[in-house]
């Protein structure tokens, strides 16, 4: 089985900056995405961040230039430098895997952690 634990999160003031951290053990696959997710209160769950073994990368649109994804493939932790954040960035920040090719559709996904509070103060 695949287990995905986060951790990073927590409050800080618009500007500031986190840096999440997911750390995946398990059967994991060799080519697999990991992929970060978040969920505000009252919107549906949102693609943030993927990042494949080889390297590729992809982010949405809201987080394009503020946010890096990286992973470290031989602790099998990917991570989420969060850069001049926004009230509009608090939300439940999850971890999740997909098997080989990127897929930002959350109901796609099978493998997920327990997630971590981000919050943003203005």
């Known amino acids: 089985q695949v287990q995905l634990v986060e951790s990073g999160g927590g409050l800080v003031q618009a500007g500031g900056s986190l840096r999440l951290s997911c750390a995946a053990s398990?059967?994991?696959?060799?080519?697999?995405?990991l992929t970060w997710f978040r969920q505000a209160p009252g919107k549906e769950r949102e693609f943030v961040a993927a990042?494949?073994?080889?390297?590729?990368?992809l982010y949405a649109d809201s987080v394009k230039g503020r946010f890096t994804i990286s992973r470290d493939n031989a602790k099998n932790t990917v991570y989420l430098q969060m850069n001049s954040l926004t009230p509009e960035d608090t939300a439940v920040y999850y971890c999740?895997?997909?098997?080989?090719?990127?897929?930002?559709?959350?109901?796609?996904?099978?493998?997920w952690g327990q997630g971590t509070q981000v919050t943003v103060s203005s």
């Open positions: 398990g059967r994991t696959f060799s080519s697999n995405v």
């Open positions: 990042a494949r073994s080889g390297g590729s990368t």
């Open positions: 999740a895997l997909h098997v080989g090719v990127v897929v930002t559709d959350p109901n796609e996904y099978k493998y």
